[in-house]
């Protein structure tokens, strides 16, 4: 295992009305993130929220290339990004203790935050087809190039963690500095994550490891 410092690139907000960042996802030009009441659209060269949807968003995001997935409570919504209509939902496999949230593979991949577990669901049903083990509770997931991807909070401590899909091994780890925790995150396929920064309401950019 590879460990480094994270690098916090560039840091968004604090935002009007939004307290804590639960989920963040990325639809190719912007930044979804989800703020308990609504989800919120950040360009990210501007740092502006250019608009929001009023839906129920207390965890995980995520983006399939047409619809955004959005954790509520004990389910899963799939919503229309042009409208904000929620058009169809399924039941989040850690019953309201979910976290992070991915697409990747066709599937949905759900973390569940005390229970230290990434689950990959069928996005039609809910039904759990895999799950993988965590030693730290997960913040949020997302895949990259193959890559899979979870943010950790415990203890005051703080990763981005790139494990094996397999096995559940710990690859990198990208330390976040003391204090400092990530709710949710997303990459933006290329050389950046977007993360919540817990509590503190607001969205950071850190940069991900180039590979050789």
Known sequence: MTASKAEIIREYGPFPGVDKVHGVSFDGERVWFASGD??????????????????PAHAGTAF????LFQIAEDRIQKID?????VLSTIPAPGGGGDSG???AEGALWVGEYRERKIHQIDPETG???RTIESNRFVTGVTWVDGELWHG???????????????TGEV?????????EGVSGMESNGKDLFFCGAA??????????PKRN
């Open 81 to 85: 990004p042009r409208t904000g209509a």
């Open 64 to 67: 399939d290339g047409r619809h």
């Open 171 to 179: 690859l990198d780890s990208l330390v976040m500095p003391a204090g």
């Open 38 to 55: 609504r989800l919120n659209a950040l360009d990210p060269d501007s740092g502006k929220v250019e608009r929001a949807l009023d839906v």
């Open 152 to 166: 950790t909070w415990e203890g005051e401590e703080s990763e981005l963690r790139r494990i094996d899909p397999a």
């Open 127 to 129: 039904k759990t087809l």
């Open 101 to 103: 949230l991915a697409w």
């Open 199 to 208: 509590g503190k309401g607001t969205v950071r950019a850190i940069r991900r």
